[in-house]
């Protein structure tokens, strides 16, 4: 096995954030799941953004909020995912490869559009997401670039993008490749409403051990494990993993590998301004740690840095210099 | 002549600005003008959009963004400009009109596409601006709503859309439209280099009196009138203009009128992020006290504290709660 020249290479919806403050009472008026993501139609996501207040638009997706992350703490990274052949998906092109991150997927020409996310924030800083998927759910397994998998220290997948059928192929052929070719996957659950929905292939592919490293909050433990108590949920999963990394909010994070339990505070923030990708960043930095080889306390003191970093303003990816960021935080 | 139902009517640029910070060194790397505002064709925008980090798009326009102000601290107002039929355009649309600003200005078909501007932000907030002008230059004469023109109080014209010929014969009719109706005409000087190529024609709309209030920063000002220094300047242009508002970065602002000065120190701003907006917020401070008719020093304060938001952020349209932010200001 050669060493690698990717870090993390991820599969990710390549989604368009459109996100905007809004009352706590639009959320029931509108009859959104408060704190959750869910999927819309073209004429659910027309009558939502009708309703939202002046946006903006920023670069979002799970897995490629990660990777913004790791790109701007100096990992090297690749990403896979579907946009359009339309101005927001040049937008999204462009802001994953402004961040050194490679971005090799051919743009899909035709309907429908790049995906969007229709972000309502509301004043405890709190995110509500609608996703349009638009062209993400058609990224076909052919547009794999296999030897870039194997090519990469960890392949990183996000729940989210199970729920449309071609990418969920892809994925799994993905983590046929990383596998034959030795290397490790990591897996985001992403929302306890797609465990609802997939939980069962989630548990099938841990209980295949597919999956080397998770992510999980403590509410989509919750939903995996069907323990409503969190050391109980901890407890269910962790000898099924090598490596579980669990974040709780303002309770900050947990991770447990080899049957030892590390834990770390939430940063001090300020004010938060809004949580869209809280995870994301946190995922960002303890993967930094961990491909860089850092022992599991550091990996979670940098996630909790980075999610500090992205609560404390709009959009889920990074304002402020990471890199030096932690290094005033670190040493 | 009868109450008018709006009270600023607005003709600018439709643009939506992608912004991101910059190192220092990469302004005159690619030989952008500091602080300025460049236009630029299909090829340089390519060019610099590459040389650009991961950015954040943000409806912005000049004009565009004093009515973002007005309306969100409780003044009527409509716009007039033209985008084009793609998705950047929806997004100006959705921007303004969420807002709560009327804008009917029917879109156009085929390219060129919506307008955007780049804009470079240097470690010390300031922006570098390169504007690709698209569709709004193509803003047609027989766009204007001459009527919703008559029904205003206030016509408000940035000379940025000076520069490309059809939207500069709408705005000459369009002053013809107000001026018959017997309403005020505001107008702001946009940028030192729109000075340099229109600046005979402004000062013959001056002389002519067909502006009633004019905004121009410091260094307009010197443009305008030739004058360096800044009590010469004012003293050349007092008389010209009923009322002359002048904007001075940190130094504040002066507005004379009647032959009477009124000053105004800049807002404290924690820190400077981003100087985007800065004096096209102070102008809807200003405007806002204006068609309120408060006294001009109390329009000044509006425009200082507005303007102090707008540079707190990423974004030339306000993101705190201009109305809960000046209550809380000024009792």
Chains 1, 2 share one sequence.
Not at 60 to 70: D, Q, V
Not at 123 to 128: K, L
Not at 168 to 193: E, Q, Y
């Amino acid at each position: 096995m050669s060493k690698p020249s990717i870090q993390v290479i991820a599969i990710g919806n390549a989604i368009v954030d459109v996100m905007a403050p809004c009352a706590d009472e639009l959320i029931g008026r509108f009859g959104m799941t408060r704190g959750g993501m869910t999927l819309v139609d073209t004429d659910r996501a027309n009558e939502l953004y009708a309703a939202m207040g002046p946006a903006r638009d920023i670069s979002g997706g799970s897995a490629a909020n990660t990777l913004a992350g790791l790109a701007a703490l100096g990992s090297t990274c690749a990403f896979i995912g579907q946009v359009a052949d339309d101005q927001l998906g040049e937008v999204f092109a462009h802001d994953i490869r402004a961040g050194g991150i490679r971005f090799d997927t051919p743009v899909r020409a035709g309907d429908p559009p790049t995906a969007r996310c229709l972000i309502f924030v509301t004043p405890d800083g709190q995110r509500t997401m609608n996703t349009f998927l638009g062209a993400s759910q058609f990224l076909p397994a052919d547009a794999l670039d296999e030897a870039a998998i194997a090519d990469a220290e960890v392949l990183y997948l996000e729940g989210y993008l199970w729920d449309p059928e071609e990418p969920r192929a892809a994925m799994r052929r993905a983590i046929a490749a990383a596998r034959g070719a030795g290397r490790k996957v990591a897996f985001t659950l992403s929302d306890a409403f797609v465990i609802a929905r997939h939980g069962d292939d989630f548990r099938s592919m841990i209980a295949a051990g597919e999956i080397d490293i998770l992510f999980a909050n403590h509410i989509e433990l919750a939903a995996l494990t069907g323990e409503d108590d969190f050391h109980a949920g901890i407890a269910a999963l962790q000898d099924k993993v090598p490596l579980l990394v669990v974040t709780r909010s303002e309770r900050g994070a947990v991770a447990v590998t080899g049957g030892e339990l590390f834990e770390v505070p939430a940063e001090p923030v300020a004010t938060v301004v809004d949580t869209t990708g809280a995870g994301d960043l946190f995922a960002a930095g303890f993967l930094h740690g961990h491909v860089g080889g850092r022992p599991v306390s550091e990996c979670l003191t940098l996630g909790a840095i980075c999610a500090a970093e992205i609560i404390s303003h709009y959009g889920a990816r990074p304002e402020a210099d990471l890199m030096d960021l932690i290094k005033r935080r670190m040493g």
